[in-house]
């Protein structure tokens, strides 16, 4: 049973342009939430966070945004790189919950063609 | 980067062999974890540590133990390998509990022949 869903295991755009990458949720108990990148033979990275009194979180050409009545996020990149080509996860903390309760998605791939 | 080392990095085992996976950190941060990575089902927690001798279970522990007797080091232990402990293992840091952010490892390749 998938708390955190990814439903598009893959995405491809061009660089320059927006990549939207999506993510939903079924445990309206969580209350924070992060995006990770990870590239090939690596360990994810911490990319963006947001909490869930807020609708909008950005930090460079990164921008998430959260739908808590549609238990949705979404991770907006302007303008789309090469070098964002990686996998990016969706991942989620209840509320009381410690690290530990963390959540994370499968997984979509982002690939970015110049 | 988080200052994490993980190892050994690669590695091929038999069937029924134990494993010691080390991860050493040097943030003196409180909280550690080990996750795996299989295709299909993003990071799944082992286990997790929240400060020296304290550990407890995550999602997918068994067929795993845990150790931590100091404060930069968790080690995750396979006791008797299987085929389908086949995985990337990264191990992770927290400074604190509620809400933050988790920094991980590069990881290790486990193949259990």
């Known amino acids: 049973d998938q708390q955190v869903k990814q439903n598009s295991p893959s995405l491809s755009v061009q660089e320059g342009r927006i990549s939207i990458l999506n993510c939903d949720y079924t445990n309206s108990m969580f209350d924070y939430f992060l995006w990770y990148k990870k590239y090939p033979a690596e360990g994810p990275t911490f990319l963006i966070s947001i909490s869930s009194i807020k609708d909008k979180n950005e930090d460079g050409r990164f921008t998430v945004f959260l739908n808590k009545s549609a238990k949705h996020l979404s991770l907006h990149i302007v303008p789309s790189q090469p070098g964002d080509s990686a996998v990016y996860f969706c991942?989620?903390?209840?509320?009381?919950?410690?690290?530990?309760?963390?959540?994370f998605g499968k997984g979509t791939k982002l690939t970015v063609n110049p | 980067d988080a200052g994490i080392t993980q190892s050994p990095r690669h590695k091929v085992t038999e069937t029924g062999t134990p494993v010691t996976l080390r991860c050493h950190q040097t943030?003196?941060?409180?909280?550690m974890y080990w996750y795996r990575q299989d295709p299909g089902h993003g990071l799944r927690l082992i286990h997790y540590s929240y400060g020296v001798k304290d550990t407890d279970k995550g999602e997918v522990s068994d067929g795993y133990s845990v150790s931590r007797s100091k404060t930069e080091d968790f080690l995750l232990t396979l006791e008797s390998a299987t085929s389908s402990q086949t995985s990337v293992y990264f191990c992770a840091i927290s400074e604190a509990h509620a809400g933050n952010t988790i920094y991980f490892g590069e990881g290790s390749w486990l193949t259990v022949v």
């Open positions: 943030e003196n941060h409180r909280y």
């Open positions: 991942a989620a903390i209840p509320t009381q919950g410690g690290s530990e309760k963390l959540v």
